[in-house]
């Protein structure tokens, strides 16, 4: 790697803490000589603590902005943008594409500030700060950094572990490294944040053991199809190890699933007992990157947003209508007609005459308590709902254009139930354990639907957790652990997946009992995609390789610092 002209690699945004400056958003950056921290600060527990506040929001604003769904859902094929986005949305995302390198960027910018922080605790934390207090800021470090690293081995594959980012510096020879080894550095990581993190949250929203060992579950669980060369078995000791870590979080870690699965993205939801750990936001005007932007681009729009509201072409996909139990599909596979008792639907997707009460709609004349309209003649869209709260008075003031303060979840205890369920089956072809049975149907009936009563399935599962978490960034990693043991079942759900245009219409407006879906007969290119081994994994952003040219070598092993 060679250094020139006054940038560093993976200099990124080494920001005071105390400062609350805004990133640059160039990811190679000059590394800071004025102030890179100030020798004062550190000394109580409040500054330590202050000194980890932006590691819960805004070195992770540029994945949460656009690149979560991107990646999140319109890869996996749970939605999709009719007009925009569409390298991630046909899968064919490039190193160009936008979402691809703001990602990058985001995690990479986590871990540095994270290996930052924690350089500067361990330098000037004063006798002023509690044991506690230190351990608790040193583990949130290597928390966020873990997490960050389980996004980049995930999307890209082999990418490089750095610990101590100031020593790039005099680096000339950084490689990337076996995603084995990575994987190995992120456990380690976060077995590391696990003993050093309190029980009960140390200020409200700050991560716990619980939610150390609640990650610790699901990267197990991720992790236990490496290396098994395409052989469909995982490693039955990852499997074990994320069982035990979710069971222990589920009996353990107080938490409750709400009631109410829509009750999870109505303001206000922060922090709620179902959160095992989200985004820190705040409605801050002025102060960007510390809000969550992305209810702006979700909103179908400006009618139930805030001078935003730019998510007019953003759908449910036929594929995802699919999933729902109770939507029967006819013999040609280009009409769905029916209804489901799913409530996650209604929280999750807008179909026409759907009522959302909580959200303002501006109409001729006045406004009115939501209503989705029903609109086109051969092709409209089923908005996303999930994260959209809608106007400033429906979100008690806190609601600006691009700037909203509610949280984005990072980790449900719903997940923790289906971590188990999928750990006990492991390698099986089914299970009737009654502890993964009950653990399942605690997320299946939650949502309105009877319980399962046959076995447990892989497929089951997946589509268990397709329907939970769609919207959240989630089913495109599914889809990776899945591509870890078997590559060809995950190449086949996706390369099944239809993500083109169709028509809604609802049998009464409003209220209606059920919906025919039409697929818009016109609209024959791009239903599909071919996802294969050349184009599975997020290629390195082409700015990266032409800054880091050792990115284009073999990847090495890495070895703890």
Same mark, same amino acid.
């Given at each position: 790697?060679?250094?020139?002209?006054?940038?560093?690699?993976?200099?990124?945004?080494?920001?005071?803490?105390?400062?609350?400056?805004?990133?640059?958003?160039?990811?190679?950056?000059?590394?800071?000589? *004025?102030?890179?921290? *100030?020798?004062?600060?550190?000394?109580?527990?409040?500054?330590?603590?202050?000194?980890?506040?932006?590691?819960?929001?805004?070195?992770?604003f540029d994945y949460n902005d656009k690149a979560s769904y991107n990646l999140g859902d319109f890869r996996a094929g749970t939605a999709f943008s009719a007009y925009n986005d569409r390298g991630n949305v046909l899968f064919n995302t490039t190193g160009d594409n936008l979402e691809n390198s703001a990602a990058w960027r985001a995690f990479f910018i986590v871990v540095a500030q994270s290996n930052l922080t924690r350089q500067n605790i361990e330098t000037y934390a004063g006798d002023g700060v509690s044991a506690t207090v230190k351990n608790q800021a040193i583990a949130e470090t290597r928390f966020m950094r873990a997490l960050a690293y389980r996004f980049l081995v995930m999307n890209w594959g082999e990418v490089p572990v750095i610990e101590n980012n100031t020593k790039l510096l005099l680096d000339t020879s950084l490689r990337k490294n076996t995603v084995p080894s990575v994987w190995k550095f992120i456990i380690n990581d976060m077995r590391a944040a696990a003993n050093g993190l309190t029980e009960t949250p140390?200020?409200?929203?700050?991560?716990?053991?619980?939610?150390?060992?609640?990650?610790?579950?699901?990267?197990?669980?991720?992790?236990? /199809?490496?290396?098994?060369?395409?052989?469909?078995?995982?490693?039955?000791?990852?499997?074990?190890?994320?069982?035990?870590?979710?069971?222990?979080?589920?009996?353990?870690?107080?938490?409750?699933?709400?009631?109410?699965?829509?009750?999870?993205?109505?303001?206000?939801?922060?922090?709620?007992?179902?959160?095992?750990?989200?985004?820190?936001?705040?409605?801050?005007?002025?102060?960007?990157?510390?809000?969550?932007?992305?209810?702006?681009?979700?909103?179908?729009? /400006?009618?139930?947003?805030?001078?935003?509201?730019?998510?007019?072409?953003?759908?449910?996909?036929?594929?995802?209508?699919?999933?729902?139990?109770?939507?029967?599909?006819?013999?040609?596979?280009?009409?769905?007609?029916?209804?489901?008792?799913?409530?996650?639907?209604?929280?999750?997707?807008?179909?026409?005459?759907?009522?959302?009460?909580?959200?303002?709609?501006?109409?001729?004349?006045?406004?009115?308590?939501?209503?989705?309209?029903?609109?086109?003649?051969?092709?409209?869209?089923?908005?996303?709902?999930?994260?959209?709260?809608?106007?400033?008075?429906?979100?008690? /003031?806190?609601?600006?254009?691009?700037?909203?303060?509610?949280?984005?979840?990072?980790?449900?205890?719903?997940?923790?139930?289906?971590?188990?369920?999928?750990?006990?089956?492991?390698?099986?072809?089914?299970?009737?354990?009654?502890?993964?049975? *009950?653990?399942?149907?605690?997320?299946?009936?939650?949502?309105?639907?009877?319980?399962?009563?046959?076995?447990?399935?892989?497929?089951?599962?997946?589509?268990?957790?397709?329907?939970?978490?769609?919207?959240?960034?989630?089913?495109?990693? *599914?889809?990776?652990?899945?591509?870890?043991?078997?590559?060809?079942?995950?190449?086949?759900?996706?390369?099944?997946?239809?993500?083109?245009?169709?028509?809604?219409?609802?049998?009464?407006?409003?209220?209606?009992?059920?919906?025919?879906? $039409?697929?818009?007969?016109?609209?024959?290119?791009?239903?599909?995609?071919?996802?294969?081994?050349?184009?599975?994994?997020?290629?390195?952003? $082409?700015?990266?390789?032409?800054?880091?040219?050792?990115?284009?070598?073999?990847?090495?092993?890495?070895?703890?610092?």
């Amino acid at each position: 790697m060679k250094i020139t002209n006054n940038k560093i690699f993976w200099g990124l945004c080494l920001f005071p803490v105390i400062m609350l400056s805004a990133c640059k958003k160039a990811f190679l950056e000059k590394l800071p000589t *004025d102030a890179i921290v *100030d020798a004062s600060f550190y000394k109580t527990d409040d500054q330590v603590l202050a000194g980890t506040g932006l590691l819960y929001s805004k070195v992770w604003f540029d994945y949460n902005d656009k690149a979560s769904y991107n990646l999140g859902d319109f890869r996996a094929g749970t939605a999709f943008s009719a007009y925009n986005d569409r390298g991630n949305v046909l899968f064919n995302t490039t190193g160009d594409n936008l979402e691809n390198s703001a990602a990058w960027r985001a995690f990479f910018i986590v871990v540095a500030q994270s290996n930052l922080t924690r350089q500067n605790i361990e330098t000037y934390a004063g006798d002023g700060v509690s044991a506690t207090v230190k351990n608790q800021a040193i583990a949130e470090t290597r928390f966020m950094r873990a997490l960050a690293y389980r996004f980049l081995v995930m999307n890209w594959g082999e990418v490089p572990v750095i610990e101590n980012n100031t020593k790039l510096l005099l680096d000339t020879s950084l490689r990337k490294n076996t995603v084995p080894s990575v994987w190995k550095f992120i456990i380690n990581d976060m077995r590391a944040a696990a003993n050093g993190l309190t029980e009960t949250p140390i200020r409200p929203g700050r991560v716990t053991k619980w939610a150390a060992e609640a990650m610790l579950a699901r990267f197990y669980l991720n992790r236990s /199809g490496v290396g098994s060369a395409g052989s469909g078995q995982r490693n039955q000791t990852d499997l074990d190890s994320a069982k035990y870590f979710a069971d222990r979080v589920i009996k353990q870690g107080g938490y409750t699933l709400l009631q109410n699965y829509a009750s999870l993205f109505l303001f206000p939801y922060d922090n709620n007992t179902e959160s095992i750990f989200s985004l820190q936001w705040v409605y801050s005007p002025g102060a960007w990157g510390t809000q969550n932007s992305t209810p702006a681009y979700l909103a179908y729009s /400006g009618d139930i947003a805030n001078g935003d509201g730019w998510g007019g072409d953003k759908s449910a996909t036929w594929w995802m209508m699919k999933q729902y139990d109770g939507f029967t599909v006819n013999a040609a596979d280009n009409e769905l007609k029916g209804r489901t008792l799913d409530q996650r639907l209604k929280a999750t997707f807008m179909l026409p005459g759907a009522s959302y009460p909580e959200i303002t709609q501006s109409i001729p004349g006045g406004e009115q308590r939501l209503i989705y309209p029903f609109t086109g003649s051969d092709n409209n869209f089923l908005a996303i709902k999930k994260y959209v709260t809608g106007k400033a008075k429906d979100n008690g /003031g806190l609601a600006a254009q691009q700037y909203y303060g509610h949280d984005t979840y990072m980790m449900r205890l719903a997940e923790m139930y289906l971590i188990y369920a999928e750990a006990e089956l492991g390698n099986s072809a089914s299970t009737t354990d009654a502890v993964a049975v *009950d653990y399942f149907n605690k997320v299946h009936t939650r949502s309105g639907l009877p319980a399962f009563e046959d076995p447990l399935t892989l497929d089951v599962i997946f589509k268990e957790r397709v329907l939970e978490f769609a919207m959240e960034g989630m089913a495109w990693y *599914d889809l990776v652990s899945m591509h870890y043991y078997n590559a060809q079942k995950a190449y086949s759900i996706l390369n099944s997946q239809d993500r083109g245009l169709f028509f809604t219409a609802p049998n009464q407006f409003p209220n209606p009992t059920q919906w025919t879906l $039409t697929k818009t007969p016109w609209a024959t290119t791009d239903r599909v995609i071919n996802a294969n081994s050349g184009n599975f994994l997020l290629p390195i952003p $082409t700015p990266e390789l032409d800054q880091a040219p050792n990115l284009k070598k073999p990847a090495v092993d890495y070895y703890a610092q």
